[in-house]
């Protein structure tokens, strides 16, 4: 019997780059093109690989209203159907399930795309026992009936739009590789005869399927599948925990006492189905603190397997970051110029960046903005003390959005020009922040010489601000700092060294760890990444320490541009070391490892 091995790859923000939502897209991305990138040997068998995910086709099909995606698959090429493969997909069609399908080749293996239009459910009728109605509905009761989901008491709260799409979601997912799985033996039933379907089923190709489920939306696929005894190896990844992220910061405190308790603010539904991942084979984690909040509030343990990040090139692009730094100058100075007053050197004006989702406790812009004053004390004394030229001026900008913006409505000379129209929600708050610490723009005309800039936009070569892409913003700042209290991973600590610059973290960062191993330098000094142990500090030295770390990466590159050529260079390695090489590795070894 020739047998057919299949990897899929599945999440709610699997499919081409449309679909992201947020960080788990690159995640996905990262690990098809990675396996198609593996080198073969005794360890790693041949495998198809297929990606699963949503399909939205038109705005407003997302339920994320915020982001409203529309599924673009232009860059995708048609994909080649076996005859298996077109049998299970036949299958869904009769179920009125509709599957946009496309491909794309990396080294010459190709990677399948299937994407489910789930907006339809509502839409499709359908029986169950000796009762019609909808697919929508269909779906929710077999889901009590398997896994105890109670989706009549979910679907009514806020978040219920979200759940029914994850619930639909991973019905389709789980519906195809029940279909590809159990193709043989449907297509064998039409023989009467005992012998002859099993002789048929011998000369028929064995559909082998491992199932990667990244985060909690389609965990319900593999519960589904178990339940229903279909032989799958399955992987769940967690890269974070719904109770996790409604306590946030306060997590730490929960691990410390043992209280497994939820915030009253979890939304309860998505967190059931996050629990579902205790049917899966192998239950993963992006970090340990991840590990801990999922043995916490669900009882799930498993293996931690740390996230990575794929560098495209071998050397620092030197002449990007110089011509990125200097865009980013000119803008502030000639934006200060014209709507705060006064002529400032742009070779003296030094930027620095956060970036983030907007969670502002959780990913410590209060910590940031804290620090940030301490560091004009810090910059003001040094400049005063001879150490530094009058002219310095180090501006931060905070890159955090409730989602993007139109450009024609953005003012000129956004984000320096900021009237509060144009922000909302936390955005304001953020902006009343900085305001409420002196250190916007305008002061830096005064009493200032730090300013933080909120940047309420995402960023993109046509964001109406500084019209870089996010990479050539890490690339042209002098510095990341990232204060997170809450932080499964950070791959954008890994984003900017990708870019070589130099970036301050968090202990409570997932991926801090990682530094006890990294090649160093700079043998004298804080290193090209330097961690600010924000668990067992008390607040004011975690403040301090953020000042000291942003002092030591601006004097650094002001002063001793050898030694900071260095430090970027480190965080660049840093990158390279957290490769996807060695954690696809690892998934890959779960997914086949009965083969």
Not at 106 to 117: A, E, H, K, M, R
Not at 156 to 170: Q, V
Not at 227 to 248: C, D, M, Q, S
Not at 348 to 364: D, M, W
Request: net charge negative.
């Amino acid at each position: 019997m020739i047998e057919q091995h299949w990897i899929v790859l599945a999440g709610e923000e699997a499919g081409p780059k449309s679909n992201k939502m947020g960080g788990i897209w690159e995640v996905i991305d990262a690990e098809a093109t990675t396996l198609a990138s593996l080198p073969e040997s005794d360890d790693l068998y041949e495998s198809n690989i297929l990606v699963l995910g949503p399909n939205y086709r038109y705005t407003g099909a997302d339920w994320n209203t915020g982001v409203n995606r529309v599924t673009d698959m232009s860059e995708l090429k048609p994909m080649e159907v076996g005859e298996e493969l077109k049998s299970a997909l036949d299958i869904l069609a009769k179920e009125n399930i509709s599957v946009a399908t496309g491909s794309r080749a990396v080294n010459d293996v190709n990677i399948g795309y299937l994407l489910f239009d789930c907006n339809e459910f509502d839409s499709i009728i359908t029986g169950y026992g000796d009762e019609e109605m909808t697919l929508s509905n269909r779906v929710k009761r077999e889901a009590y009936e398997l896994a105890g989901l109670n989706s009549l008491e979910y679907e009514k709260t806020g978040y219920g739009r979200e759940y029914t799409h994850y619930l639909n979601l991973s019905y389709a997912i789980s519906e195809f590789v029940r279909a590809f799985v159990t193709i043989g033996t449907e297509k064998a039933k039409k023989y009467h005869d005992e012998d002859i379907s099993r002789f048929a089923i011998s000369l028929l190709p064995r559909i082998s399927v491992s199932l990667h489920c990244h985060e909690f939306g389609v965990f319900y696929a593999i519960a589904r599948l178990k339940k229903l005894g279909i032989p799958v190896r399955t992987v769940a990844t967690l890269h974070a925990t719904i109770p996790g992220r409604g306590w946030g910061y306060q997590s730490i405190e929960k691990f410390s006492t043992g209280d497994s308790t939820w915030s009253a603010w979890t939304p309860v539904g998505n967190a059931m189905l996050e629990s579902l991942a205790r049917y899966a084979d192998v239950v993963t984690f992006v970090g340990d603190s991840t590990r801990k909040e999922a043995k916490l509030f669900h009882g799930l343990d498993g293996m931690v397997v740390r996230n990575g990040i794929s560098t495209d090139r071998w050397e620092i692009d030197w002449d990007k970051k110089d011509r990125c730094r200097e865009h980013i100058q000119n803008f502030v100075a000639d934006n200060l110029k014209q709507f705060v007053g006064g002529d400032f050197n742009p070779k003296h004006i030094i930027p620095i960046f956060t970036i983030s989702r907007i969670e502002l406790e959780n990913k410590g812009y209060p910590d940031l903005l804290d620090a940030l004053i301490v560091y004009d004390r810090l910059l003001n004394s040094e400049v005063l003390g001879g150490a530094l030229e009058d002219d310095v001026r180090v501006v931060c900008f905070l890159i955090t959005a409730h989602g993007p913006k139109s450009t024609d409505k953005l003012p000129e000379g956004f984000p320096i020009n900021l009237p509060d129209e144009i922000v909302v929600g936390e955005e304001l708050r953020l902006k009343k922040m900085v305001e409420e610490r002196k250190l916007e723009c305008l002061n830096l005309a005064t009493s200032r010489r730090v300013a933080a800039i909120p940047y309420p936009q995402w960023a993109g070569v046509n964001d109406g601000a500084l019209g870089l892409s996010t990479d050539e913003v890490m690339a042209g700042c002098v510095a990341g700092i990232f204060p997170s209290r809450y932080e499964p991973f950070l791959l954008t600590g890994l984003e900017a060294g990708k870019e070589a610059t130099p970036s301050i973290v968090s202990r409570i960062c997932g991926f801090s760890d990682a530094l006890k191993s990294t090649k160093r330098l700079v043998t004298i000094g804080m290193g090209g990444v330097v961690v600010v142990d924000n668990i067992d500090l008390s607040y004011t030295e975690i403040v301090v320490d953020y000042a000291l770390a942003i002092d030591y990466f601006t004097r650094t590159f002001l002063q001793d541009k050898v030694k900071y050529s260095l430090l970027s260079e480190e965080a660049y390695m840093l990158a390279k070391a957290m490769n996807w090489t060695d954690p696809v590795s690892q998934y890959y070894k779960m997914l086949v490892r009965d083969r």
